[in-house]
């Protein structure tokens, strides 16, 4: 294991999960504010980025310990692709969106569509600052436990 490798990837999933839900948080809110552009409403554009960031850090509280076992998962497994780090994070949306719904159970919740996106989004950035390294800080992938084949006359 290269110690260096381990805090630079450490450091890589703390900004990776923070830019993550920054990006999530802003595409929610970007869709409550659409009208909001810089150009033609300073307050509105604001206001969307302030309720983005907000959002972000009530998305981030609610979803850290599923994220955080996910990405122990992928950074043990080295697990390094797109789809799985996109899955996952949508996958932990859709969850978190649906948790605690009363009533009828057998009918998808309304914006859940929505929830999802976010959350594939989120998954995407992560993927693009941490998951293409997952793993990266094992050192090398196998140990050879078997002899040479070679003569050595």
């Known amino acids: 294991m290269d110690g260096g490798k381990f805090l630079m990837q ?4 703390v900004c990776g999960f923070i830019l993550g839900l920054m990006a999530c948080g802003i ?3 970007w869709g409550i ?6 150009n033609e409403d300073p307050v509105a554009f604001a206001t969307m980025i302030g309720t983005g960031l907000v959002g972000a850090s009530v ?13 122990l998962v ?3 497994a080295r697990f390094r692709g ?3 780090h996109v899955a996952a994070a949508g996958l932990v949306a859709f969850l978190l969106w649906t948790l605690g719904t009363t009533g009828n159970t057998t009918e998808i919740r309304p914006g859940s569509a929505v929830a999802v996106s976010a959350g594939f989004l ?10 293409r390294t997952s793993g990266s800080w094992h050192g090398n992938q196998r140990r050879k436990t078997e002899p040479p084949t070679g003569n050595s006359d």
Do not use: D
């Not at 450490?10 to 999933?13: C, D, H, R, T």
């Not at 998305?59 to 990405?71: E, H, K, N, R």
């Not at 998954?123 to 998951?131: D, F, H, K, P, T």
């Open 82 to 84: 797109i789809v799985f």
């Open 59 to 71: 998305i981030g509280a609610t979803a850290f310990v599923p994220a955080a076992l996910l990405i």
């Open 10 to 13: 450490l450091l890589k999933i």
């Open 122 to 131: 989120a998954g995407a950035v992560y993927w693009l600052i941490a998951g």
């Open 33 to 38: 504010f659409q009208s909001a552009h810089p």
């Open 27 to 29: 595409f929610l809110a």
């Open 74 to 76: 992928a950074e043990i």
